[in-house]
């Protein structure tokens, strides 16, 4: 039996979130939803009735035609264009999760109360995400300005019959699906179309998505790190207690506590050694893993505040009697988080790189390209390639988007965030740095083995033997491609992430 979550008004949380994307959780409106909702909406019917002056959007054209007023028998109308017109995204098709994260999250906005749609519309985006009717959107098309307004027109159209669907693997005309389960078209009113695409939810989902992955492959990144520092027969002396009390940085002084805390009972990091320094790329990681995660945090609280937002435009607030035209659809906090993100997480591929090239290099006593016979053999040779084309891809990708604009709506829309772009840039970068992590983790497990019988910590042992179950030491050249696809899958699904 499916699991229910009730959409309020309660602030959304990662813990919620990571629940949500690994358990079939069926959605349904809250009392205290429905009637923030209803209060809304019933509160737009009225104004409608008396007022007279021009409300953006609700009465008048888009955009830069927003001096155009539009005659009342016409409003439901203007919606339906809006939807249609506006449904331009282009490009590959989103991921199903994101496709999810996305109606979730517009849900949840809707439910606080300021965007004046019927209750019958959210609850038809439950209807869809809870049978896994996912609508037909594309990664490309979004400024990130109002809102994300083409892919979110996609996302939308099928609650009007129209656009198409993704139903049980097969694509489908939404119309088709909707009557298999005999759900009418929304006749959409006054606001609706607006209160659908205007919205940072194509930016927000993305986020929410890499932001999971990003806490599951710092974790690794450390645990990856320290079996390298053994694997390298390196020193734990930067890693002391007191060298990150004297600079104090919260990620510094947490990475250290995490390698001293995987790294106890170790014989490898007790045995004394011959060199007095270890490559920056080892002896630095509290320093550069701490300084991404500190950008993690600062990036997961922004982006925690967006998704419990309103971000819609115009916003009303019944109780004061207001309608106001602003900005909160425009996506420059984003944008700005996701360029660092995007930064913060190349520079953990970067350096695990680095680490990868110390490792097969020949040197501490470890044969080059960490086989035998190499020669014969080449060993682990070329996933360093590979890990090395992804690390410059990555820095291609860190190129920020968010320093770019462009004027569009004949000049109204006159700076834009392209937070969209750094949303999709993103994805890729926590892909390949998940890869390139893999590829260390391959590499370390190795060279590892050529330090036995000598022990690593009890923490590592076990790490090493969950991933032996899966992954063999490498006696002779094999297809590589394949143990590293395993390994990638050991650091997704593995529980030493969690």
């Known amino acids: 039996m499916s699991k229910v979550h009730y959409i309020s008004p309660k602030p959304l949380t990662y813990e919620l979130m990571e629940d949500l994307a690994n358990n079939h959780y069926k959605l349904e409106l809250s009392d205290e939803a429905v009637g923030l909702i209803t209060k809304c909406r019933e509160y737009l019917d009225n104004k409608m009735l008396n007022e007279h002056a021009p409300i953006y959007g609700i009465t008048t054209g888009f955009g830069s035609l927003c001096n155009r ?6 409003l439901s109308l203007l919606q339906r264009n809006l939807v249609m017109s506006h449904a331009c995204s282009t490009g590959d098709e989103i991921n199903p999760e994101i496709i999810k994260l996305m109606l979730f999250l517009k849900a949840h906005a809707l439910s606080l109360g300021h965007s004046g749609i019927q209750v019958i519309t959210v609850q038809r ?6 049978n896994d009717v996912l609508p037909v959107v594309y990664d490309r098309g979004s400024l990130g300005a109002s809102g994300d307004l083409a892919p979110l027109s996609n996302l939308f159209l099928p609650l009007l019959g129209l656009g198409e669907v993704r139903y049980q693997g097969k694509r489908y005309e939404s119309a088709e699906i909707m009557k298999k389960f005999g759900w009418q078209p929304i006749d959409l009113k006054s606001k609706e179309g607006l209160a659908l695409l205007n919205g940072t939810q194509f930016m927000s989902a993305h ?17 990856i790190g320290a079996l390298s520092l053994e694997a390298y027969d390196g020193r734990i002396e930067p890693f002391h207690e007191n060298l990150q009390k004297v600079r104090p940085h919260q990620g510094q002084i947490q990475t250290a506590l995490n390698f001293r805390k995987i790294l106890e009972g170790s014989e490898l990091i007790a045995h004394p050694k011959k060199h007095v320094q270890d490559p920056y790329s080892f002896r630095c990681m509290p320093q550069v893993h701490g300084a991404s995660k500190d950008a993690l945090n600062y990036v997961a609280n922004v982006l925690l505040t967006e998704i419990n937002s309103v971000t819609d435009n115009p916003t ?3 109780d004061e009697d207001l309608i106001l035209s602003g900005g909160n659809f425009h996506g420059q906090p984003l944008a700005l ?3 660092f993100m995007a930064i913060a997480l190349s520079e953990l591929g970067n350096i695990s790189e680095r680490r990868v090239v110390q490792l097969i290099s020949g040197l501490r006593g470890l044969p080059e390209f960490l086989v035998f016979n190499s020669g014969l053999n080449s060993g682990f040779m070329i996933p360093q390639y590979a890990a090395a084309s992804m690390v410059s891809q990555n820095k291609q990708l860190c190129t920020p988007a ?6 569009s709506s004949n000049g109204q829309e006159d700076h834009v965030s392209m937070g ?3 949303a999709t840039k993103l ?13 260390e983790l391959f590499n370390a497990a190795q060279a590892l083995e050529f330090r036995r019988p000598a022990k690593t910590s009890p923490y590592l042992e076990d790490f090493m033997a969950q991933y032996r179950k899966i992954v063999p030491f490498i006696e002779e050249d094999r297809i590589m491609y394949i143990e590293m696809d395993k390994t990638i899958e050991f650091i997704r699904n593995g529980s030493f992430g969690k």
Not at 207 to 223: E, N, P, Q, S, T
Not at 427 to 439: G, Q, S
């Open 316 to 318: 009303i607030w019944p």
């Open 207 to 223: 986020g929410v998505y890499a932001m999971l992955k990003a806490f599951r492959i710092i974790k690794f990144a450390d645990i």
């Open 125 to 130: 985006i439950l209807d869809f995400y809870n």
């Open 427 to 439: 994805l890729k970068v926590v892909d390949n740095t998940e890869r390139i992590l893999a590829i």
């Open 69 to 74: 007023n539009i005659s009342k028998e016409k």
């Open 402 to 407: 968010s320093v770019d604009s462009i004027v």
């Open 420 to 422: 969209a772009n750094a």
């Open 337 to 339: 988080s996701y360029d």
